[in-house]
């Protein structure tokens, strides 16, 4: 039976337009034995597997893929590649130390340009542009959240309106914070890109297999055993899957417009490349596509209870509209028929918010937790399974994310009650500072809360 891989959004659409069917590659034929058995073509996998063969082409690697290359998060999400990482700096600095969270922070800001050399080494045509990323201050509470973050961070500089607005021509903007690492990116394009330089390295990656059982030694799928010496899981949001209560899968969705005219880019800006937020507490982000399109995405949409997984979950009207709205009001000069496309999909979040990487005695690794933050993410956790596997001296294997496991979420109905509660709060905190014009007692109690 071949998997259902419809791949929804204007980022596979337009992988499409560029010669990619999107067939999904044979699946596996039968048991067989690798070195290195990877359960995941995402981001995760796919860099687990492309640094295994960079560093050691004699390494037998299989990739195992229930639907095709980039299927979930890794060919869906907004295109930012970026330093940023779930766990702040603060949270890290207690948990592991000051010197630990500071090499952790200066990892992550060295994986975005990791990602660049490696775009440009494999040839993959993927619209990268290092441009940095503003977050926009549009209430006296977002800045002085924005003054409070520039002061506490030697990443980011403080804008102020004036060179704010040179950047990103939104209404209402006060000032802004910036940081040049992140860069902007067509992710599809990416991650198919990267699934055919594993190839031409002599990585094999076969589509249409679910894995059922991970297991020390071997991957038990509905196509065949895989008997490896290690074994990756590597499926982010479907983790649930395997891992029960390991991450909850959360829906974040992203809207699109037509290719915008001169006209709208000479008042909105974003001519080099940025990608943009806002120091709102409910998510959002965007960023200008190659082709002149504005991409604006956002959280918001419900958790499933039990951690379902859904293709209908992928479309919410009611946030789909919210998303439209939101970017009018950034620019409102914006009709409602310049909107052309809308799309989403789950992405995973451990319990304590905590990004992390293993590999334990018994062979088993696995990588993944990354709140949306995984396609800078990915490209380190892979290299560092890399080294893991291949037994590597390197920093990166000392990073404090390595060995690091997040505690089981509730069961439902806690679960359910908590994460969607969560969610609301936010959005309440957003509604509280509108009001008062001062920070959020309600996001600062839900940080605490969160380890933030």
Known sequence: MVADVTAPGLWFEQVRADGDD?????????????????????????????????????????????????????????????????????????????????????????????VGEAVAEEGIACDWVKGGTVVLARTPAQLARARAEAAASDEERLLDRDEAVALVGATDVLGATFTPDCAR?????????????????????????????????????????????????????????????????????????????ASFWERAGLAGGQTFSDHRHLIVYGQRTADDRLVFGGRGAPYHWGSRIRPEFDHDRRIFTGLRAA????????????????????????????AGVTLGPDGLGRAGGYVGDGVGTANLAGRTLAALILGRDDPITRLPWVGHRSR?????????????????????????ERLTRRPSVVAAALSRALGG
């Open 22 to 114: 999107l067939a999904p590659r044979p699946p596996l034929d039968g048991d067989t034995d690798v070195d290195v058995c990877i359960v995941g073509a995402g981001f995760t996998g796919l860099w687990t597997a492309h640094s295994l063969l960079r560093a050691d082409p004699t390494v037998r690697v299989l990739v195992v893929e229930r639907r095709i290359a980039g299927f979930g998060a890794s060919g869906r999400n907004g295109g930012w590649c970026s330093a940023l990482f779930p766990a702040s700096t603060a949270a890290l600095a207690r948990r592991h130390g000051e010197r630990a969270a500071a090499a952790m922070r200066a990892a992550m800001r060295d994986t975005v340009d990791a």
């Open 185 to 261: 990116v067509q992710p599809a394009r990416l991650v198919r890109g990267l699934a055919r330089a594993v190839e031409r390295r002599g990585g094999r990656i076969v589509e249409s297999t679910r894995a059922l059982r991970l297991a020390p030694g071997r991957v038990v799928t509905d196509r065949g055993v895989v008997h490896a010496r290690h074994v990756v899981r590597a499926t982010e949001a479907w983790s649930a899957d395997m891992a029960v209560r390991s991450v909850v899968p959360v829906y974040s969705l992203i809207v699109a417009t037509r290719p915008l005219p």
């Open 327 to 354: 970017a009018r009001e950034l620019f409102p000069q914006l009709g409602p028929d310049d909107f052309t496309h809308a799309w989403g999909g789950p992405l995973g979040i451990p319990r304590d918010w905590h």
């Open 408 to 432: 089981r979420w509730e069961p439902e109905p806690l679960r359910w009650l908590l994460v969607n509660a969560g969610l609301r709060l936010m959005t309440l905190a957003d509604a509280e």
